[in-house]
Every structure is written in C-alpha cells, then in structure tokens.
C-alpha cells in the first residue's frame, strides 16, 4: 500500500501532520505540491502573496526532496488532473492532506472524488485542536449565556 501526501501552500513545515504520519518510510512516501492556475483565478489573490505562497512552496518541495522525501512539484490549470496523474504514477492507495483551516478548500478537496482514500490528518497549526476550541468555546458561549440571564433577571 502506497500511501501520498498532498501538501498544500499554508501548510508548510516539516511538522505539519500529514508529513509526521508518514516519517519512517519518507523515502518511499510520494509528495505533491500543486500550483493551481484556475483556483488562483478564482479566488481575488493579490498578486504579490500569490508570488510569496508560490516561491515558498517551490523552497519548501526542495528542502523536502533534499531530505529525502519523493517530491513532485506541478504547476496545472486545477487540481484534479495532476492528482490523478500523480496518483497512478505512484501507484497511491490513500492520500493523506492535513486538514485544511479553509473549510471551502476541504470541500473543494472532498468534492474531487478521487478514486482513492483520502484521509485528512488533524490541522496541527495551532495550539488547540477543532474540537477543542469547539469544547472551550460551547462551555464560554453557556458561560456568556448564563450571565445573560442573570443580568436580565437583577435589571428589570
């Protein structure tokens, strides 16, 4: 079973949890960077930071490949054709994305129907996880609630 990883252009550092999944065999865990011309388009980027997203992810796919790990690097009109291309290359059973903190862009992902497990690994990007903040944010919102109420009650 081979698995891949699609690394995607905020998610670059070596920690990031879709490369932690794969560390013992990187030599043999295929890595794919993708610069999509038509999502580009799509959405209203600056120019600039579209210059700087790029230029870090071609730095990033040669600190990855000097390391060792098997890197493509692919410039395409979307992204489901060079995936799908990568993907039979490689010979892939499961892709794995670290969990994108864009939820339109997880959609997007979900939306390509590859004919392959697609596994997206918990967004390791910030102190707390989703559900964590989700917890902490319930327990703060019934907090918030509460003296709400209380305060409705003492000011008539």
Known sequence: MTIGVWVLGDQLWLQQSALQSCLLPKQQTP??????????QELSYHLQKLVLVWSAMRHFADELFNEGWAVTYTQSQDFKTPLLEWIEQHQINELRVMTPTDR????LIQKLKLPIQVTFTPNNRFIWSDQEFQQWALKLSKHHLQKTKIAEILVP
């Open 31 to 40: 890595v794919i960077f993708i610069e999509s011309l038509t999502h580009a």
């Open 104 to 107: 339109l862009f997880a959609a």
